[in-house]
């Protein structure tokens, strides 16, 4: 079965220039996770869907950043005003439940350059 | 807050000999514990997950890992290395009493294998 899609696989834009990042998870999986991850670091947890809506949010930076989920399905990651600090490998993960320990499948990411 | 160690950058080992990764976590009680590889362009791939019960957890590719309680350590160990073992490790801890499950990564250990 397809795993976890996100696109587009790279993204270089201007600073200052807005951005949209899609997760397409695993069919059925209701949980959805977005981290970060910076050149050399481990992945940094942004935020979590379970469902439509967002359960955790408090690992977005600032509020430059956005994330939404609509249908309970795709998500999509906003970064407003991009800044040359943004850029990173965005990664998508899904679960089919929320409940701890549930194993989070991961997408390839998103890098994003800004330049 | 949850914290993950990986004290070594950068490993290297011939292929055949033994290898042990070491990771360290921070956590007020009992976490469920990973291990994801990485390779360059790829998403991440869980070898392994310790929740409960035995300490010692087997996984793929020939991959195992101890939890030590006393010591808050969960290496990683494989017996013979393979070239196609050269990657990215990253042990993360995953909360037990929130739901969501959200993931703490250390920053990980690259691998080298030397032929």
Redesign the interface.
Known sequence: GA??SQTPSNKVTEKGKYVELRCDPISGHT?L?W?RQSL??????LI?F?GTGA??DS?LPNDRFFAVRPEGSVSTLKIQRTERGDSAVY?C?S?LM????????????TRLTVT | AQS?TQPDIHITVSEGASLELRCNYSYGATP?LFW?VQSP??????LL?Y?SGDTLVQGIKGFEAEFKRSQSSFNLRKPSVHWSDAAEY?C?V???????????????TQLTVNP
């Open positions: 795993g976890v949980a996770y981290y050399g670091q481990g992945p940094e947890f979590y379970q359960a955790d690992g990664l993960a679960s929320s409940t701890g320990g549930n194993e989070q499948y991961f997408g390839p990411g | 993950v469920y994801y362009g790829q998403g991440l791939q869980l997950k929740f990253f993360a995953g909360a037990v009493e929130t739901s969501g499950s959200r993931l703490t990564f250390g920053e990980g």
